[in-house]
């Protein structure tokens, strides 16, 4: 039997991933999201949307004109979210430098995530950098989920070494 984590009480300003929904809320976002990898910006926007579900930082999307698409090489292989449907993986290469898997996206969501069909979402681990505004995030564990930490979010988050059955 696997017992929850004891949940960080959020101080002002901050958000508990704990108070996030399941199924997961999408919300739109007009903080500038922007990726680096080997020295380029490879993605930006205003215009992008964030996934909250319990337990997860929130994974954030970028509309197809906010991402350089000639630096994405398409990938073998699909996973398949209970909630949006099947994704597709992107490998990053931009001069000699390659980050395998480092991008995906829903080429055909279901109803309740339209908004964000066709756009991508960005692992932190697997590139230079990843800003939401003027701050850094950091990468969530384990690389599976994807989501992205900032200070206004508190855990603890799933991802890490046991933490699967939460």
Not at 32 to 46: I, S, Y
Not at 81 to 104: I, T
């Amino acid at each position: 039997m696997f017992e929850q984590p004891l949940r960080v009480v959020p101080g002002p300003g901050q958000e508990s991933v704990w108070d996030y929904p399941r199924p997961p809320r999408i919300e739109k976002v007009t903080d500038r999201l922007v990726v680096t990898f080997a020295g380029e910006t490879v993605a930006e926007t205003t215009e992008g949307y964030r996934v909250l579900e319990t337990s997860h930082p929130p994974v954030y999307y970028f509309p197809p004109d906010g991402v350089r698409e000639d630096f994405l090489v398409p990938e073998a292989g699909r996973s398949f979210c209970e909630f949006k449907g099947p994704a597709n993986y992107w490998s990053l290469e931009v001069g000699e430098a390659r980050s395998q898997q480092a991008a995906w996206n829903y080429p055909e969501t279901t109803q309740p995530f339209r908004q964000i069909q066709g756009y991508y979402a960005f692992y932190a681990s697997r590139v230079e950098a990843c800003w939401v505004g003027d701050e850094q995030v950091q990468s969530q564990e384990g690389d599976f989920y994807g989501g992205w930490i900032t200070s206004n979010i508190v855990g603890p988050f799933k991802g890490a070494p046991g933490t699967r059955g939460w």
